[in-house]
Structures are given as C-alpha cells and as structure tokens.
C-alpha cells in the first residue's frame, strides 16, 4: 500500500511525524508538505508562480519533500511529479486545531484531502481538537491507523473523503467514535485597522471563539461530547433542495435584448 501524506502545519509538524510512523505500519509513506504553516489557505493552488519540491529529513531522518506551495500543491505534486508508483491513500495531518463544520472552507488540510478525492485516490483529514501548543497525537494516529485499514476493505463513495476530529483527550476519556454529518460553526470575526511606520494603514484579521449549534448527529456536538467524529464529505456543493425551487422563479426563461 503506497500512501502520500501531507498537512498545513509545514513539514516539520510534530502531528506529521506521528501519522507517518503510524501508516509505515500498513504501507510505503511518502512525505509532501508545505515548507512553512499554510492553516487556512483553503483549496487553493499555485498558478502564477513555480512550485519547489526540496528533499528534506523529518527528525528521525525519513526523507521528505518540503513544497513552496499549498496542501493542495502538495498532493498534486506528490501524485502527478514525485511519487512513481501509485498512491492507493492520501492522509492530511495530524492538524493541530479542530476542522469542525464550516471550518472546512478555510481548511488546508481538509483541502488536501479534498484534493485526493480529486484525483480519484481514498482520503481522509485528520485533527486534533485544541489549539494547545503541547498535544497528544497518539490518539489519533492510532484511530487514522485503524481507518486506514478499514479502508483497504471498503471502497469510500466517488468524490468523497472522510473528516477525522479527534478530542485532546486521553484514550481511557473517549467516550467512542460516531458517524457525523457537517454542523454549524461560526466566527463573528473582526478587523483591526492599524499603521506602520510611515504612516500606512494596514489591517489585521481576526477573530472570536467560534460559536457553535450542537444539534445532534452533527461534527460539532459528537467534539463536544468527547467522541472522535468521523465525517464523509462529498464534493458536489449544489444545493439540490433548492434546484426545482430556484427553476419556478422563471431564470430560465430571462430574454436577452439583440
């Protein structure tokens, strides 16, 4: 089994470095990664520019690439340039920081993922609930392990990945793992406009703690309750309650002027 990993918290993560040394127990891991944390950098690539891919070693010395570009570059190039057998999996992480609800538009590792599933490949992302500076990964490394191996058996539906939450907890305080669907979480956001030196505005970004509506079944509320949720996200966007709804306004029937 030939698996690519890669994440946004840059090459030298200590959550990437724990998710290879749990897949080198099922398969051939190869590393592509960012060579600097690109959180929240969404599904984008690089066009207008060249991508770099440097040979580096992670801390115990495995060789990897460190890429200029994006999650998603990452597993474009690891599929398309680096890795010359085929890629049966594609794992985004370990993120440090939970990717719950609408987190998943800014997300870079969810992106990567979202980018396997582009290219046809089994994938899933996986974080780590907490923003802490010191976590626990082993938890999660040992679920994704397990994953994988589901995944070996049961072929994921075309143009869709699973999303891993995992909270920053002990394994003895977990209370189990549950199947969810995609909640609701918000930032009500805020922007600091400031100056530089000579006199110039800038502005800096931010935000409040997200809010978020635990109904049940949901990514958020299964966090929040102490259970790893397991989410399956496809890449069809359309709203198909809306369609038939939106074709009675009469869109379809707007007349251009010659």
């Given amino acids: 089994m030939n698996i690519l990993i890669t994440n946004d918290d840059?090459?030298?993560a200590d959550g990437l470095i724990v998710l290879k040394d749990a897949m080198e127990k099922i398969g051939t891991v190869y590393v592509?990664?960012?060579d600097r944390p690109r959180s929240a950098c969404g599904h984008s690539i690089t066009l207008h520019k060249p991508l770099r891919a440097d040979e580096v070693a992670l801390r115990d010395g495995t060789p990897a690439y460190a890429s200029s570009g994006t999650p998603s570059d990452c597993v474009a190039l690891g599929l398309l340039?680096?890795?010359?057998?085929p890629v049966d999996l594609v794992?985004?992480?370990?993120?440090?920081g939970p990717n719950l609800g609408w987190d998943l538009t800014y997300s870079g590792t969810v992106s990567a993922a979202m980018e396997g599933a582009i290219y046809g490949i089994q994938s899933l992302a996986v974080s780590v609930s907490t923003h802490k500076t010191e976590v626990d990964y082993s938890v999660a490394a040992e679920f994704t392990l397990n994953l994988a191996r589901m995944l070996q058996e049961h072929k994921l539906r075309e143009n869709t990945f699973l999303n891993v939450n995992v909270p920053p907890l002990?394994?003895?305080?977990?209370?189990g793992v549950k199947v969810t669907r995609q909640g609701k979480r918000r930032y009500s956001g805020s922007i600091e406009k400031r100056s530089d030196p000579t006199g110039r505005d800038y502005y800096w970004l931010g935000g409040d703690l997200p809010m978020?509506?635990?109904?049940e079944g949901t990514d958020v509320k299964a966090i929040s309750d102490g259970y790893i949720s397991v989410t399956p996200v496809h890449l069809d966007l359309t709203d198909h309650k809306s369609l038939a709804k939106i074709?009675?306004?009469?869109?379809e029937d707007i007349q251009f002027s010659e």
């Fill in 81 to 85: 340039a680096i890795i010359k057998e």
């Fill in 10 to 12: 840059g090459v030298y």
């Fill in 212 to 215: 978020d509506t635990l109904d």
């Fill in 247 to 251: 074709q009675d306004w009469g869109i």
């Fill in 32 to 34: 592509v990664a960012p």
């Fill in 91 to 96: 794992v985004s992480g370990i993120n440090r």
């Fill in 170 to 175: 002990p394994a003895a305080r977990i209370k």
